[in-house]
């Protein structure tokens, strides 16, 4: 579940665009923090993905301005 989880967030932080990439600049600098942060528990799993969710909702919103 939380290496699928790893792949949607690529996935999707690729289908935003290429000029604002803050969620995979963040997991490209910090692979083993993200990995941690997810496999740490359920819950921080979850938060991981709402964090990226959130972030990748805004720079979609920037971007289409």
């Known amino acids: 579940m939380r290496l699928l989880l790893m792949l ?3 996935l999707i932080s690729g289908c935003v665009g290429t000029k604002l990439d803050q969620s995979g ?4 600098e910090y692979p083993k923090g993200f990995k ?3 496999n740490a528990s359920d ?12 972030i990748i909702d805004l720079e979609a919103r920037l ?3």
């Open 36 to 38: 941690d942060a997810v």
């Open 25 to 28: 600049k963040l997991m490209k």
């Open 43 to 54: 819950e921080s799993e979850k938060f991981v993905r709402e964090c990226f969710k959130a």
């Open 8 to 10: 949607w967030i690529v």
């Open 63 to 65: 971007e289409a301005k």
